[in-house]
């Protein structure tokens, strides 16, 4: 995880969180720092060598051409902790 989400995490506080966050359309859409670069690229590797593989990839909803269901591809455990 981010060291900023941690810190907010640990601290546990409504403003830990809030200074967190960003605002991008204001009262509406919202973003905060989750993961770290190295652990994003690392989770686009695994998803670029499961593509690599040829298997077939279930998509998240009919809309969406390029998405992919990680608990489909091995990666249930992370998803379940995530949640």
Not at 13 to 32: D, I, K
Request: aromatic fraction near 14%.
């Amino acid at each position: 995880f981010e060291p900023a989400f941690w810190q907010a995490a640990q601290r546990g506080t409504e403003g830990a969180w809030r200074e967190l966050l960003t605002e991008h359309v204001p009262g509406e859409v919202f973003s905060m720092p989750l993961f770290t670069q190295e652990f994003c690229d690392t989770l686009l590797e695994e998803i670029f060598g499961f593509y690599a593989t040829g298997l077939p990839a279930r998509r998240p909803n009919s809309m969406n051409n390029y998405g992919i269901i990680l608990s489909d591809i091995g990666l249930e455990p992370f998803v379940d902790k995530l949640q």
